[in-house]
């Protein structure tokens, strides 16, 4: 764009920098030889696998565990709230930041290790709620309202910390791939894999009930077996998102703003000569006017998408627990057997996710992003469906106290693994897709990052104020927020596969 100026100033500099750079096609280093190797994009990405396995642990766990302190299962999502509320103010603002951050360090890093260390403190202090309540004075009560009170304050710092951390995560994926679309999609490949790596570790240590023998100091006057494992775990949590974010941060370096932005890299990504390339978090909604209708889809089917993953994730292993397995929390012990084996089925669910993540590049290519995504959500909808079907068998086969039969336990073990084929996409495809539409709109990917973020958290938002109490009015289950996700993730699929286009590097390759 600023050619032409130069152009009329001083014809002859402008001719001298054309000769300068040399033909096109010419000696000198090719734009591949300044690719980010696949293996540093490897290392970077292993951050997701800490942070997963912090979120793992939170999914499984932390629904049934906030029901044994004493909060109603109507009110238990309630405690999740802060996630998406966090997330709508907290990954906008730090996207922006770090998009202008000036560290020598770089742009990302500063907040992805700050994330980190607030990722620490945060499950040291839910993994010690029970003891902290113990000593402010809850002894013997059946609702400890002390460790509640300490236990959403680490709760809600954990989703602070990990919204601080992956924004700049994904960010930098993006600024290392550039404008190449199938690297893009590769580097968001291997963010899901390593996700997947971590809920597969999570979800196997939140299942695993013995780990108060193998640290026994963790079990305490205040703190039962089920307190001590899940402490242990969240220990176990701590030196895996120490050693990926050393292994991350150290595979490659980073330029900060003010050494990219004379960079032809991040020129158009941070130029401040135009008004419409300064995209300020109070002016944030205003950037969605200057959105095209492909980012819009994009957002539209995300928020879609994730009304039907949110109940899921809410109510995934407290579903296995009341409806399966037919317990309640701090009742008989058919309520915690549900919950490890609900872990276990997470565990498999994100062994299937990661088996998707390596094909997904592939599959991409092959049928577009779009249509993939669109797939995955109507397979998303059928294994919500399922549930429900599940859900009536066993309520049909009325057995009180006992444990389910094992078909019954089969059938929903199976649907939790099925559904880590549309999870794996949800993990990769949108963030890819947005990366590689938002690179004329002069927002930076971090902030580009925090604007796809709020069309997750809004629907988050309404899940957590609304599912508790929907439950409760139709029975205290879970099948209506299931029946709700069944019918969103449907909607969501008929609108990608409709209203998402084919980019035309990928149109280029179906005609070739």
């Known amino acids: 764009m600023a050619v032409p100026e130069l152009e009329k100033r001083d014809p002859t500099l402008h001719k001298q920098q054309i000769q300068h750079r040399g033909p096109r096609h010419g000696p000198g280093p090719s734009p591949r030889s300044n690719r980010v190797k696949l293996r540093t994009l490897l290392r970077v990405s292993s951050v997701a696998c800490g942070i997963q396995f912090g979120w793992a642990l939170q999914l499984s766990l932390l629904t049934p565990y906030v029901q044994e302190l004493g909060i109603p299962h109507a009110w238990a999502s309630i405690i999740w709230l802060c996630g998406p509320l966090s997330g709508l103010l907290v990954q906008p603002l730090v996207g922006h930041v770090s998009d202008r951050c000036t560290s020598r360090f770089g742009r990302r890093r500063p907040f992805i290790i700050a994330g980190a260390a607030s990722i620490v403190v945060a499950v040291l202090i839910i993994g010690h709620s029970a003891d902290i309540g113990w000593i402010l004075g809850d002894h013997g009560q059946k609702k400890k309202t002390r460790a509640v009170v300490v236990f959403v304050i680490g709760f809600w710092l954990l989703d602070v910390a990990n919204n601080v951390t992956q924004g700049p995560c994904r960010a ?12 893009t999609r590769v580097a968001n490949a291997y963010f899901s894999l390593f996700m997947a790596v971590g809920n597969v570790l999570g979800f196997a240590t939140g299942s695993f009930s013995m780990w108060y023998k193998i640290f026994p100091f963790t079990r305490t006057s205040a703190c039962d077996i089920n307190c001590a494992n899940l402490k242990a775990a969240f220990m176990i949590d701590i030196v895996f998102i120490l050693a990926t974010t050393y292994l991350s941060l150290s595979a490659s370096s980073e330029q900060s703003f003010s050494s990219s932005h004379s960079s032809h890299r991040f020129s158009e990504e941070m130029s401040e000569d135009s008004p419409e390339h300064e995209a300020f978090l109070w002016e944030l909604l205003g950037t969605f006017r200057s959105l095209p209708g492909s980012v819009w889809m994009i957002l539209l089917v995300t928020v879609l998408t994730w009304i039907g993953w949110f109940p899921f994730f809410l109510f995934d292993t407290d579903w296995m627990g009341r409806e399966i397995y037919g317990g309640k929390p701090n009742e008989g012990s058919n309520y915690g057997t549900g ?26 290519r092959k049928l577009g992003a779009g249509f993939i995504w669109g797939l995955s ?24 106290g006992h444990l389910p039969p094992d078909g019954v336990v089969a059938a929903a073990l199976i649907v939790f693994a099925f559904l880590g084929i549309p999870l794996a996409i949800t993990y990769s495809v949108p963030y890819a897709l947005v990366a590689t539409r938002v690179e004329g709109l002069g927002l930076g990917q971090g902030l580009s990052m925090g604007v796809l973020n709020l069309a997750i958290v809004i629907p988050q ?27 969103s993730s ?16 990928e149109k280029s390759r179906i005609h070739h």
């Open 377 to 400: 959500n109507i397979l998303m909808s059928l294994g919500f469906l399922a549930m429900l079907i599940i859900t009536a068998c066993k309520n049909n086969l009325t057995i009180d």
């Open 339 to 364: 919950v490890r084996m609900g872990s276990l089925g997470l565990m498999l669910n994100s062994v299937i996710l990661g088996i998707t993540s390596v094909f997904m590049e592939k599959l991409c």
């Open 461 to 487: 938002v309404i899940v957590s104020i609304g599912a508790g109490p929907w439950d409760q009015l139709f029975g205290g289950g879970n099948s209506p927020a299931f029946a709700v996700a069944s019918i």
């Open 172 to 183: 930098l994926l993006a600024d290392l791939t550039g404008k190449e679309h199938r690297r």
């Open 490 to 505: 449907f909607a969501g699929g008929i609108v990608a596969i409709i209203a998402i286009p084919r980019t035309r590097v």
